[in-house]
T-cell receptor, first 112, second 114 residues
Framework: AQSVSQHNHHVILSEAASLELGCNYS??????LFWYVQYPGQHLQLLLK??????LVKGIKGFEAEFIKSKFSFNLRKPSVQWSDTAEYFC??????????FGAGTRLTVKP | DSGVTQTPKHLITATGQRVTLRCSPR?????VYWYQQSLDQGLQFLIQ???????AKGNILERFSAQQFPDLHSELNLSSLELGDSALYFC?????????????FGPGTRLLVL
């Protein structure tokens, strides 16, 4: 079965550290890729998405992600995190049959 | 603000009861999706409706059902509730039934079954 894997369950960083959250998926067909963020007590918000074209996509709040088709990966990155980035991050894959699948989420804690 | 609204925000009920969660999609969106987010299961896709018809089904229990009305709002009905049904239920919408587009999420309904 198709799946989305986020290998980091909880990441703890200090402010100004660089961030990379891993996301791998198993579906081999045409996909769209997303990163959603859920701040404490809030709902899911779209951080960025990849549909086609440049595999390096830029999102809101300084986040970016790179689609590497050969590795079935869509890792999220930010050069310098802030305390306000503390949240849970979900990678999602939208397959052709419209079944959106989410990874288990990665909780990011940024220490001030 | 995504434009997707959900009511109620919080719901507390007892085991064995039945509840209805409501979702209004973004203006112009024809598809509505329901998701369940729980601590042990993570975020799971339940079901999708497109223009009033069921389009896709995920890990939805038989005790749960949904429908989409002519005005495109959707309701998720949860019956014979169990403690394990306590979760955050999200609704999302997208413009069409196509598989490859962005879904916009509502704020969620937090259900607590006692």
């Amino acid at each position: 079965a198709q799946s989305v894997s986020q290998h980091n369950h909880h990441v703890i960083l200090s402010e100004a550290a660089s961030l990379e959250l891993g996301c791998n998926y198993s579906y081999g067909g045409t996909v769209n890729l997303f990163w959603y963020v859920q701040y404490p007590g809030q709902h899911l918000q779209l951080l960025l998405k990849y549909f086609s074209g440049d595999p390096l996509v830029k999102g809101i709040k300084g986040f970016e992600a790179e689609f590497i088709k050969s590795k079935f990966s869509f890792n999220l990155r930010k050069p310098s995190v802030q305390w306000s980035d503390t949240a849970e991050y979900f990678c999602a894959v939208n397959e052709e049959n419209n079944d959106m699948r989410f990874g288990a989420g990665t909780r990011l804690t940024v220490k001030p | 603000d995504s434009g997707v609204t959900q009511t109620p925000k919080h719901l507390i009920t007892a085991t064995g009861q039945r509840v209805t969660l409501r979702c209004s999609p973004r203006s112009g969106d024809l598809s509505v999706y329901w998701y369940q987010q729980s601590l042990d299961q993570g975020l799971q896709f339940l079901i999708q409706y497109y223009n009033g018809e069921e389009r896709a089904k995920g890990n939805i229990l038989e005790r749960f059902s949904a429908q989409q009305f002519p005005d495109l709002h959707s309701e998720l009905n949860l019956s014979s509730l169990e403690l394990g049904d306590s979760a955050l239920y999200f609704c999302a919408s997208s413009p069409s039934a196509g598989g490859l587009e962005t879904q916009y999420f509502g704020p969620g309904t937090r259900l607590l079954v006692l």
